[in-house]
Nanobody, 120 residues
Framework: QVQLVESGGGLVQLGGSLRLSCAASGSIFSINAMGWYRQVPGKQRELVAH???????NFADSVKGRFTISKDNAKNTVYLQMNSLKPEDTAVYYC??????????????WGQGTQVTVSS
């Protein structure tokens, strides 16, 4: 099994910053991709940012220029740096990790979510 530990959520004022972290551990042969999603009540979960093993990145249009995704391969950790936060960024943020396990098969895992609240 793979375990994901998320941290860094909280309450900030409009224009503030937060840094989310997600660390993966367990029976991992390699990590293929890591990403961040967010969800608010009554809406679909949406992709915020994504990074591949080769460090290619993608961002939702709504966060381009404000958010940065990065990873530390030695720590199996992905980060989401969120700057210039807006009230519409308020959501539960979920880490997602796609791995090749030691059995040779591909799996993906979700973190339990961390609340980000931006006040106006």
């Amino acid at each position: 099994q793979v375990q994901l530990v998320e941290s860094g959520g909280g309450l900030v004022q409009l224009g503030g910053s937060l840094r989310l972290s997600c660390a993966a551990s367990g029976s991992i042969f390699s990590i293929n991709a890591m990403g961040w999603y967010r969800q608010v009540p009554g809406k679909q979960r949406e992709l915020v940012a994504h990074i591949t093993s080769g460090s290619s990145t993608n961002f939702a249009d709504s966060v381009k220029g404000r958010f940065t995704i990065s990873k530390d391969n030695a720590k199996n950790t992905v980060y989401l740096q969120m700057n210039s936060l807006k009230p519409e960024d308020t959501a539960v943020y979920y880490c997602n990790v796609a791995v090749t396990a030691v059995d040779g098969y591909e799996y993906y895992y979700w973190g339990q979510g961390t609340q980000v609240t931006v006040s106006s």
